[in-house]
């Protein structure tokens, strides 16, 4: 989920209220890629009819501003009916009664920097709602990422690798005419789903993947020009250090 080459013409609903989006005179507005695909992943679901517009505006609606989300400052209206309720209920030391309290939304600005954040949570709980996909489901996938992205990746920009020469089984994405050629490391593009470990019904798994470039005359021999070369994307288990 870390890359969208462009945003979906989809159509928005004329009901927006706390679903729309931020935007400028060229349309909606993303600081990063993994919010395109929020995005687009909230409007794809719409219009395929899981969920009415309606439905993912409460669902939003609820995320931006929950009761009991914010610790609001002294002398807010909120604050205070929370206190009164906290009073009533025989809380000491009139305590807020906050069940829905949430440290991570609570650090949220609301400057809309965050909003993405909020559209993202509000997906995670409408989908779980009718069942297309489960809170355990969700929880090992944030796992999973948490503990992939919390390695060290074991290239970096400038190191130079060697592509292992091996015969995987079934679908590869590794090419033949790569296999045993060397490369320098050119970028990390992060952590991703290996795509042969998922697309047949496996347990899928996550890892580093880098843009590798190749000196022609590596992959094609001495008749190559020595001015060009080939970038291409590796998985890590498919590279040693040279």
Known sequence: MRK????????????????ALPRDEGGPVFAEPWQAHAFAIVMALYEEGHYTWAEWDD?????IDSPGYYGPADGDHRSRAETASAKDAGHADGEPVRPNFSPWIAACLDDGSRYFDRWLSACEKLLASKGLVTEEEL??????????????????????IVVRN???VGHTHLPLYLRGKNGIVQRDHGVLIVPETGDHGGSEKLQHVYSVRFAAREIWGADASDRNSLHFNVWDNYMDPA
């Open 59 to 63: 669902y939003l609606g609820h995320a």
């Open 139 to 160: 929880d090992d996938r944030t796992a999973a990422l948490a503990a992939a992205e919390g390695a060290a990746p074991r290239f970096a920009c400038g190191d130079r």
């Open 4 to 19: 969208i080459l462009k945003v979906p013409a989809l159509d928005m609903p004329s009901r927006q209220g706390a679903a």
């Open 166 to 168: 091996i015969d995987p």
